[in-house]
């Protein structure tokens, strides 16, 4: 063997299988070779002189991609170019030298590159759709600030007015008359609105109001706020309302072991028309007494367990700071409570409430024990520069923001709406926490449920596309959150499960932990022969 030859030998048992075979690609030879035109020549040689010369991976890659694709059309090989066999493998060894992570260009090439290809085919649709098909309000901006003008001149709003939360609520859109003056709605749909705002309360602030885009049908901030005549239509019995049956003490809902819910207040900045409190609405807005908190309080330092406690209601965020203030303190002076949450959607229905007074007292008491904001985001167009920030400031004083969406007909329910609300949320300082399947104890919303298998396919869909912090998880409420995923464990064979990619259906072979093994009680610093 010629020392050039075992110089080769040596270098070749250097790189790995993918590499080899690549090579071996390359080299095999073609009977039915086409002249190549003197620019593709050039250019391959000019490739292969700053694979040589330059101390970077990208010019190696590109210079096999385009042999690989002459052999692979049987145009060419290598030596067509000048290029030897030497060549190609002090290349291949000098790629593998240089990446930092020693992956081989065969590796790259014939394995990485395809599959990352495969990847981005999956989400094109979704890129080219999203910012049509579901708008934020980041994106609507300059049209939401047109409604912003129009809205407060009809409603004679100064700046003051618009940028308080008293302001907020003083000139909240409750009537049929008003919604008419701000938003172009046929005669026979503010009739059938009128009809049934006599059962129900419709609540909008003029800032919420400014998010629905004039002309556009079945607008989802629309179909959120003004209540509809299936409200009426939709005959049927009503489950108790929630918590009836499972309220062990005064404002107390129950039905965990060690997590409960406070209902401080009946009141919201907005009134949505899917509401799982529907019955606790009531026809006027109520603060509650002290004396009233107090025996919620009293149920929670008596039982132990309880470690997590959620003010909610209504809105917690209604509440006036100092009641809010004392509540959270009385929270923090039990000693098994651990965690408080907070049940709010006025971040996106009246953003302007989250001031630094409020701040301050989030902040102050998270220093004490941790503070997880609770809110409800449904749709990309609630999250506007406004909104945006309110959540920025709320990230940065509390231990985090988490969004409960409910999947609903016409708002969410396609692959392209949900994936971007929940990029939307992410980058908005808010982690997709739930997606919960519109509930069946209301007749009133029916026509807003989505079957479980839509929902399922939309949440199972976003995992391998989307970040894994960005997909929530899918839950149905039936005496309690219950989990909706389809499970990926397929069945066992031999050693192995077989488990299913959600993104695609392919199957994946996943070895199971030794039984033997696992049941070994000597092992790690408990192993024989340890000191």
Request: glycine content about 6%.
């Amino acid at each position: 063997m010629t020392s050039v030859n075992k110089q080769m030998s040596d270098e070749l048992t250097e790189l790995d299988t993918y590499t080899k075979e690549l090579l071996a690609e390359l080299e095999a030879g073609s009977d039915s070779r086409t002249e190549q035109s003197p620019a593709e020549e050039r250019k391959v040689r000019d490739l292969f002189t700053r694979a040589e010369n330059e101390n970077l991976t990208g010019p190696i890659i590109e210079l096999f991609s385009r042999l690989l694709e002459a052999a692979r059309q049987k145009k060419a090989t290598p030596a067509d170019f000048g290029i030897s066999s030497v060549d190609l493998q002090r290349l291949a060894l000098k790629h593998q030298q240089i990446d930092e992570h020693m992956v081989s260009v065969g590796g790259r090439l014939v394995r990485a590159l395809p599959i990352a290809g495969q990847a981005n085919s999956r989400v094109e649709e979704y890129l080219a759709a999203k910012d049509s098909v579901a708008p934020s309000g980041i994106e609507r901006w300059d049209q939401i600030q047109e409604n912003i003008s129009r809205i407060k001149s009809e409603l004679k709003m100064t700046d003051e007015d618009w940028n308080s939360f008293q302001g907020q609520i003083r000139h909240a859109v409750d009537s049929v008359g008003t919604l008419a003056k701000l938003i172009d709605l046929p005669k026979d749909v503010l009739e059938s609105i009128g009809r049934v705002t006599e059962s129900y309360r419709m609540r909008l602030t003029p800032y919420y109001t400014s998010l629905i885009m004039p002309g556009v049908i079945n607008d989802p901030i629309m179909l959120q706020s003004i209540p509809t005549g299936e409200m009426i239509d939709n005959a049927g019995v009503e489950i108790p309302p929630v918590a009836a049956d499972h309220s062990p003490a005064r404002l107390i809902d129950q039905f965990y072991p060690r997590v409960l819910t406070i209902k401080v207040t009946n009141m919201c900045a907005m009134y949505c028309t899917h509401c799982l409190r529907l019955a606790h609405i009531g026809r006027k807005d109520h603060m509650y007494s002290k004396e009233a908190y107090g025996e919620a309080l009293d149920y929670i330092r008596k039982n132990e367990r309880i470690r997590d406690v959620l003010i909610t209601g209504g809105d917690a965020f209604v509440l006036p700071n100092s009641l809010l203030q004392w509540l959270l303190a009385e929270l923090d002076a039990i000693d098994h409570v651990k965690i408080k949450r907070l049940g709010t959607r006025i971040p996106v229905t009246a953003p302007m409430r989250v001031d630094s007074e409020l701040l301050d007292i989030l902040e102050e008491s998270s220093d004490r024990k941790p503070i997880r904001v609770v809110t409800q985001i449904n749709t990309a167009q609630e999250i506007t520069p406004v909104s945006r920030d309110a959540f920025r400031q709320l990230s940065k004083r509390t231990f985090t923001v988490l969004n409960q969406a409910v999947l609903l007909k016409g708002i969410n329910d396609t692959r392209e709406k949900m994936w971007k609300l929940c990029e939307t949320v992410q980058e908005s300082y808010v982690r997709p926490y739930y997606i919960f399947n519109c509930s069946y104890r209301n007749p009133q919303f029916s026509h807003f449920r989505v079957p479980l298998e839509v929902g399922r396919d939309i949440v199972e869909s976003m995992y391998g596309n989307i970040s894994g912090d960005a997909i929530p998880r899918y839950i149905a409420t039936a005496g309690g959150k219950i989990p909706l995923h389809r499970s990926n464990v397929m069945k066992r064979e031999g050693d192995d499960y077989v488990l299913k990619k959600p993104w695609n259906g392919e199957e994946a072979h996943y070895p199971d932990a030794d039984p033997d093994v696992y049941a070994r009680e000597m092992f790690a610093f408990n192993n024989r022969g340890v000191k």
